[in-house]
């Protein structure tokens, strides 16, 4: 059964005149801009069960699209445009507690086509680009732009979504530097206010050996990254590692500590490692290598940061002689 059919039977809608439930339909599936002009004279019942098909409709589309059905034939791009921004998508009721939104900060010289409908992508002012490329006759040959990338996937069903998000940006010539940055926010919509706090609070305890998987440069005087005490949140300012200000506007924490990557593989390890930090309390190095809660791929991918941005700091422990390059 298709799934517009299915959300009308499942609101019990019926209307006699044929010509009249295809213009319903019409307005279910497309929105209120395809709103029918006798809307207003149907009964109380009748508009009601609209509404209600209507709300089951979107349900279920918008759940079906978060599991990765990439051919929903009722699909158009006009009928995701609301689902661009991540308070919608972490409004919807599906999956709670195992979304993942990702904000990619990066440049480009190239047109991005072909993004997935999920995936929302607009301008950054924060972000230094490198200067237009021109020609002899001062013609720019190469025009660089900003932007952020938002994607919002379910652990473990649609990350194949951000494996095309990243290999799209890179086609489009896709770069990063120091200004850029990584952006995850953790759906919290499977606990309480409480819960989430909490888990926030272990993320900043475990600030102590995450803030040494990334460069310098998102650590020191960065405005738009400060690192939090340990313990301790601000409820006023969303520019810190652990930015709680995030859980009023999408139910999330979001964290902006990871430098700017166009890499899925990167990405994918800093979420497990995130994950684990916030449902457990993970407060040193030394706990997390002995943590059953990250795989050994994450943990050995977390050494080799580490020894990349400050080897110092693995002085002395024993147990990170791993070999392999950065991922």
Same mark, same amino acid.
């Given at each position: 059964m298709r799934l517009l059919d299915h959300a009308i039977q499942k609101a019990g809608l019926k209307l006699d005149n044929a010509r009249r439930f295809n213009a319903v339909k019409q307005y279910i599936k497309l929105g209120a801009r395809y709103a029918p002009p006798f809307l207003n004279s149907l009964t109380a019942d009748e508009i009601e069960k609209i509404r209600d098909a209507?709300? @089951?409709f979107n349900h279920m589309r918008n759940r079906l699209a978060l599991m990765g059905d990439d051919k929903l034939k009722q699909r158009s791009p006009a009928q995701f445009q609301t689902l661009t921004s991540l308070r919608t998508l972490f409004g919807i009721q599906a999956h709670k507690g195992k979304c993942v939104g990702v904000e990619?900060?990066?440049?480009?010289?190239?047109?991005?086509?072909?993004?997935?409908?999920l995936v929302s992508l607009g301008q950054d002012g924060s972000i230094r680009t490198p200067d237009?490329?021109?020609?002899?006759?001062?013609?720019?040959?190469?025009?660089w732009r900003a932007s952020e990338a938002r994607l919002v996937y379910v652990k473990g069903v649609s990350e194949n979504r951000l494996e095309k998000l990243c290999q799209t940006i890179r086609n489009a010539g896709g770069l990063v530097n120091n200004s850029c940055g990584l952006h995850v926010h953790l759906d919290q919509r499977d606990v309480t206010r409480q819960g989430a706090y909490a888990r926030a609070i272990r993320l900043t305890h475990s600030l102590s050996f995450l803030k040494l998987m990334v460069p310098k440069s998102r650590?020191?005087?960065?405005?738009y990254c400060k690192l939090n005490n340990a313990g301790e949140l601000n409820c006023n300012d969303r520019y810190y590692a652990i930015n709680w200000c995030s859980w009023c506007e999408h139910k999330t924490i979001e964290v902006r500590l990871h430098s700017g990557t166009t890499s899925a593989d990167k990405i994918k390890n800093w979420v497990e490692i995130l994950d @684990?930090?916030?449902?457990?309390?993970?407060?040193?190095?030394?706990?997390?290598m002995a943590s059953p809660y990250?795989?050994?791929? @994450?943990?050995?991918? @977390?050494?080799?940061?580490?020894?990349?941005?400050?080897?110092?700091?693995l002085e002395g422990f024993e147990g990170t002689d791993h070999e392999g390059s950065e991922r």
């Open positions: 209507r709300l @089951a990619i900060e990066f440049f480009h010289s190239e047109s991005i086509r072909n993004l997935h409908p237009d490329e021109r020609d002899d006759d001062g013609e720019i040959v190469t025009r650590t020191r005087e960065n405005t @684990a930090c916030q449902r457990h309390t993970i407060p040193s190095f030394s706990d997390f990250v795989s050994m791929k @994450a943990k050995i991918w @977390a050494i080799n940061r580490i020894r990349k941005f400050n080897p110092d700091s």
